[in-house]
């Protein structure tokens, strides 16, 4: 067994030896066997340079664009946010609703008429075009058919009648109590009809004139006189029910109201009835297609148009969709609906976002800036001068930023934008310092900054030509993370109320002012929600592919 | 042993260092507050303002001057705050003691020491937020091993783009779209805790408070996971790892013996970081859902300039603060014996 063993470790070694015996037998060469002719000269008479690269060179920023490229969720975050400031941009100094003159109201566009209107884009599709599903007692929707049945009316109230059904209270036998009949209509919110007792002054009622002509439509409605109804030929009609006088004046205190309500929409005479849940107004001989008009009429019976309302102005009945149109020049049509206080969202949103994403990048610059210069000086002198500088910005980063915030505000009550810029960068640096600083102790201390060191190099240039490239990256990408903690800063401050604006909007200011309607119209809240949400979360994915990108140990990591 | 005894000194070094930075961060805020006019039409809307300034007399805060009030140096102020603090001077008229922490005048328009407006406060605070952590914790860390184990399948795509999505999104954003949702559904849950009649440990309660600790859990567990997830992907790549496999345990057995445990070291500290928090609350969920918290109160005291009130709040969120960070500096230590906090450079 030794033996095979030893002859099996042999053997390899001593077969290399016979086959380079073999060949040194068989090939043998002698110089005399070079002939001269078969040598030529790679260069005689230039010299030898490095040759250029044939490729072109990637740069550190080449590579880590190439490599942000191919984080396919950062791309479509880059393009998100490209959109959302194209929005902000665009929008505001194009959109009419932005631009409404001072002339024409006092603090840009607002219409109390168009209040908590839901969002239309399309009209007519049954799907985003301002209208809703909105369950209507028998009485309600006799009202608003015979508003709709008003000659001149082009949107009507109810765009159709989706279900009839009987509501009803029944008692534990089965057996009904009350109930009265339901209408599930499909109910356009942009039918604000004709509104009455609007005063124009007598300027504008010729422009308005002139407006029908040359757009051939009817903005100016005969006026509605329903007191001389009410006081004349309803009470008669109560006198004759046997009525006693104290309920009459009740009753007509109540249709009154129930006629000022309506803002000028109930052209027809309205009458009480007593039904199985409950007293309603219903228009008369609305069941015979017999509505009684109460048009004001002049001596000779012919329809009013304008009464005088002083030596200046006149009281008139508008179709207030054209008269709006009239009056600010596009039409009202709200893409994202409307708020409370009857602003348009869509150009709301936009201003806010425009404010929201000129604070988040304009702090984070600011901070990037103090937050580098604070860093590198910590950083690169280290010792005594960076101990004291870590305990000044321990006492800072301890205060809570909500603290400065009201203690600035309340020393400069007029302007609340710059409590919430102070309060917003006094700690928001000292991230990017202690980033930079720690940046600054990986690559001090490394030979090539020791190199550049001993050849005389100044620590300016030390600083800003060694060592700073190669933070750089880091750097940027942690203040694009900070753009968006600070629109979330700004948005939650907003939002509580901590910090007023004034006229100036942001999203957090929207989505307090949605939250007022929120029970009944969600979509004031759900549009800024949506925006921010989509907001941050793009900025975070873009932030984080930066950070991707620029690291240098996942370099390859993924190939 | 010796190693406890570092730790001790270090603790008691950082402690000193935060008394003092507590000291500085106090006189700041102090100064600044005390530079504003003390008009008792802006600060004090509800109270008689002579009883208004008579307390502001008996703290040493404002003086009489031929008829009218104006406020004493702030200096003088300062000295007779510290004074107050340890040993609080007997009211000339009353006969009573003066609070230590000064008036909080927008809670109740007599005059109520900051001290008893924040003790009630702080059952539905702490209440909430524990209840959000026991939603959180759990979930985030199970959320986070699963994204680990199942590392670059499609599984953990889908969960780390929603959970970097839920992140993103502010909580008042969750506050909001659940009482919309609430209100959509008819109301089948109170959205407003305020209203609630029942002790603060009860069922009803509990069920008040789903919304608020659901609108709270959703970014913590979003957090919880993300950082357990980066967390155990790096320990199940460590060398350790393999020998653990190696040696014939399961999976199971090295993961949740070798690779979780050491995952834990980092997310510990955040947990308890997080724990003491719960303390301070959070201003929104409370605003938005009406819980009568710590945060409302802060909330208050900015919104209606309620001074006192809010140095004391302020104060108070300063410590937790500071003390969550010392705390949390000091866990690492010993969670982990490999940490030697404040050790040199060796």
């Known amino acids: 067994m030794k033996l095979n063993f030893k002859n099996l470790f042999k053997k390899k070694p001593h077969h290399e030896f016979v086959e380079f015996n073999d060949l040194n037998i068989e090939k043998t060469y002698s110089t005399s066997d070079i002939k001269k002719e078969d040598f030529n000269f790679t260069q005689l008479n230039e010299s030898i340079h490095d040759l250029k690269f044939e490729t072109k ?9 190439l490599r942000f490229a191919k984080n396919k969720a950062s791309i479509v975050a880059a393009c998100v946010i490209g959109i959302l400031v194209l929005y902000a941009i665009i929008v505001p100094a194009v959109d009419p609703k932005s631009n409404v003159p001072a002339s024409v109201n006092q603090n840009g566009y607002q219409d109390s008429y168009y209040a908590n209107v839901i969002p239309k884009a399309f009209e007519n599709s049954g799907f985003w075009d301002g209208t809703e599903i909105r369950d209507v007692g028998e009485s309600v929707y006799k009202v608003y058919d015979a508003v709709d049945q008003e000659q001149g009316v082009e949107r009507k109230r109810i765009k159709e009648v989706v279900d009839k059904f009987f509501q009803g209270v029944t008692a534990p036998n089965g057996q009904v109590i009350s109930g009265s009949t339901m209408y599930r209509v499909r109910y356009d919110t942009y039918a604000v009809g004709n509104i009455q007792a609007f005063r124009i002054s007598n300027s504008d009622y010729q422009r308005i004139l002139d407006y029908q002509e040359e757009h051939d439509v009817t903005i100016l409605m005969p006026l509605v006189d329903y007191e001389t109804y009410v006081n004349v030929e309803y009470r008669q009609k109560l006198e004759e029910q046997g009525v006693s006088s104290s309920t009459i004046e009740s009753r007509l205190t109540s249709i009154r109201q129930y006629y000022v309500n309506g803002k000028g929409n109930y052209w027809f005479k309205l ?5 199985s849940s409950g007293n309603a107004f219903v228009p008369v001989g609305y069941d015979n297609n017999a509505l009684e008009d109460i048009y004001l009429r002049d001596s000779e019976g012919n329809l009013v148009y304008s009464t005088p309302a002083d030596s200046n102005n006149l009281n008139v009945r508008v179709n207030y969709e054209h008269y709006f149109e009239f009056k600010y020049g596009f039409e009202p049509t709200f893409l994202f609906g409307t708020t409370n206080g009857g602003r348009d969202i869509w150009t709301r949103l936009a201003e806010g976002a425009r404010f929201s994403l000129l604070l988040g990048i304009g702090v984070s610059v600011v901070n990037f800036i103090i937050g580098i210069i604070w860093g590198s000086i910590a950083g690169y002198y280290g010792g005594r001068v960076d101990l004291t500088m870590e305990r000044i910005t321990d006492i800072i980063s301890a205060i809570p930023s909500i603290v400065i915030l009201n203690i600035v505000n309340t020393h400069f009550p007029g302007n609340n934008v710059l409590g919430l810029i102070v309060a917003l960068i006094l700690p928001g640096w000292i991230g990017t310092a202690s980033l930079t600083r720690m940046q600054f102790y990986r690559f001090k201390g490394q030979e090539y900054v020791l190199a550049s060191r001993t050849l005389g190099a100044r620590d300016t240039r030390l600083i800003f030509k060694h060592i700073f490239p190669n933070a750089i990256g880091t750097l940027v990408t942690s203040s694009v993370l900070m753009i968006p903690s600070v629109i979330f800063s700004e948005s939650s401050l907003t939002f509580l109320g901590i910090i007023n604006l004034g006229e100036m909007v942001s999203v957090g200011s929207l989505l307090d002012e949605g939250q007022k309607s929120m029970t009944t119209f969600p979509h004031a809240v759900l549009f800024p929600a949506l925006l921010i949400s989509l907001l941050m979360i793009s900025f975070n994915l873009f932030g984080n592919g930066l950070r991707d990108a620029f690291n240098t140990t996942l370099r390859g990591a993924d190939n | 042993m010796k190693d406890l005894k570092g730790l001790g000194i270090y603790a008691l070094k950082r402690i000193i260092l935060m008394v003092i930075t507590f000291i500085i961060i106090l006189t700041i805020c102090f100064v600044l507050i005390r530079m504003l006019p003390l008009d008792p039409g802006q600060v004090a809307p509800g109270t008689d303002p002579e009883i208004f300034y008579r307390i502001q007399v008996s703290l040493g805060r404002m ?6 009030y104006v406020q004493t140096p702030i200096i003088d102020q300062y000295i007779r705050f510290w004074t107050d603090l340890f040993a609080p001077q007997i009211d000339p008229l009353t006969g009573q ?19 008893d ?5 702080f059952p539905p605070t702490i209440l909430i937020n524990v209840y959000s952590m026991v939603f959180s914790v759990p979930i985030g860390l199970l959320l986070g091993i699963y994204m680990a184990l199942k590392k670059n399948k499609w599984q953990d795509h889908a969960l780390s783009i929603l959970v970097m999505v839920v992140i993103s999104v502010p909580s008042f954003i969750y506050a909001l779209l659940l009482q919309v949702i609430d209100y959509a559904a008819g109301t089948p849950l109170p959205a407003i805790v305020a209203g609630i009649d029942a002790p603060w440990v009860s069922s009803e309660m509990f069920v008040a408070m789903i919304l608020p600790v659901l609108a709270m859990s959703f970014g913590s567990i979003a957090g919880y996971s993300r950082y357990t997830r980066a967390e155990l992907t790096e320990v199940l790549t460590s060398d350790f790892m393999l020998l653990a496999r190696t040696k014939g345990l399961t999976r199971f057995q090295a993961t949740v013996r070798h690779a979780f445990r050491n995952s834990l070291v980092p997310i510990f500290p955040m947990i308890l970081g997080e724990f003491i928090s719960v303390l301070s609350g959070s201003i929104v969920i409370e605003q938005v859902f009406s819980i009568e918290g710590v945060g409302k109160v802060f909330l208050q005291s900015v919104t209606q300039k309620d001074y006192d009130l809010f140095l004391f709040v302020g104060m108070f969120y300063t410590i937790i603060g500071l003390v969550g960070g010392l705390i949390v500096d000091l866990s690492y230590g010993i969670v982990d014996p490999r940490i030697r906090m404040g050790g040199g450079k060796q």
């Open chain 1, 271 to 275: 009458e009480r009835v007593e039904g």
């Open chain 2, 97 to 115: 003691e003066l609070s230590r922490f000064g008036y909080s005048w927008s809670v109740n328009s007599a005059g109520i020491s900051p001290w």
């Open chain 2, 117 to 121: 407006v924040m003790v009630p406060r």
């Open chain 1, 57 to 65: 060179p990637i740069s550190y920023f080449k590579d880590c664009f």
């Open chain 2, 63 to 68: 003086v009489e001057v031929n008829g009218e």
